[in-house]
């Protein structure tokens, strides 16, 4: 497995106090925001050490943690009741001796309402996105919950434009403790690869795990009505629980041989760059990682209009993007890529620039480094 650089040196360990991070997040398995807590760990002072506790006992992310960093995976705490949970939380909080709770998603929520009631240690929540259940919009109880307990926090960081005003509306945070702080990627670890004219035919990729909100289903579908099927191939990259049931709709349509399955991977970055175009088809998305990944890796995208994903990529790569759940549209958008050589070299090596200048992994995560120290060193002094 591919593990992530190390950023920090010697010297900023050695001048810089012992830190404690504990991470209360749904999961520490395959995913993008799993991924950027793996890199911003490699990229903060080593006198920062890590525990995590993963609700459904996947860490399998972890293994790609740089050697150095020092990192303990704790189990959840059981307690009786949501009393019992919420006691049985500030006991491990406080018996971590924790410096700053780092929190992820609606589903660590509890963890933010223990530290608050206990007063134990800052916490930094972040917020990716939502469910299915979210989908279509906020949950009421939930957002009543958000707007009470995030508004005590040291900072709610959010990676979208879109989360960023749902922050402010909903849950009725100010700027700060509601932070825009966008997602990052290794440019040079995704360099695109020199597009010689071949014989194989345009693939169009899709990266990510096979669950319902990320929508393979509607991949296959658009791909299934496309004119171009015939002269192309879909390429699916992840794993997930929707797999079965995305390989039954190829079959059924008839497409099941221009369809690759490939499962997981432990490099992405080959499978952008046998790629031609990046198809996104999600029915719920913020700052997608593998959008960012594959505009660094020179591809054109043809993607669903969720999120921030008409404004991530470049302006002229902006009429590929189509509303969600419109497998017509989608199939047109990518018919258009097909047809157009030329259009698909521009919108690749523009997105690649882009992806450059606005979302360079050091420069986006610098910010969030700096934000964990500050709020950890504030409760110190």
Known sequence: MTQVPSA?????????????????????????????????????????????????????????????????????????????????????????????????????????????????????????????????????????ARRVLLRGAAAVVVPSQRLLAIGATSWHLRQPPLVYLPNGVDCARFAPAARAPAARPLTFVVVGLIRKEKNQALAVEAFARARCRGAARLRLVGDGPERAAVAALAAARGIADRVDFVGMVADTAPEYRAGDVFLNSSSTEQMPLSLLEGMASGLPVVATDVGDVRAMVDECNRDWIVPANDADRLARAMDAAFDDPDARVQRGAANRARAEREYDRVRCYGRYCELYLAAARRART
């Open 8 to 144: 920090a040196t010697e010297a900023e360990a050695a001048a810089s106090p012992r830190l404690r991070f504990l991470h209360a997040t749904p999961s520490m398995g395959p995913g993008g925001r799993e991924l950027r807590v793996v890199e911003l760990a490699a990229m903060l002072p080593r006198s920062v050490e890590h525990a995590f506790v993963a609700f459904d006992g996947d860490t399998s992310v972890l293994a790609r943690v740089p050697s150095d960093v020092r990192v303990e995976v704790l189990p959840s705490p059981a307690g009786k009741g949501p009393l019992g949970r919420l006691r049985a939380i500030r006991a491990l909080i406080r018996a971590q001796r924790t410096d700053l709770l780092l929190t992820y998603n609606w589903g660590a929520i509890e963890w933010v309402a223990a530290a608050r009631l206990g007063r134990l240690c800052p916490v930094v929540h972040h917020e990716d996105g939502f469910g299915p259940e979210e989908a279509a919009g906020q949950l009421p109880r939930r957002a009543l």
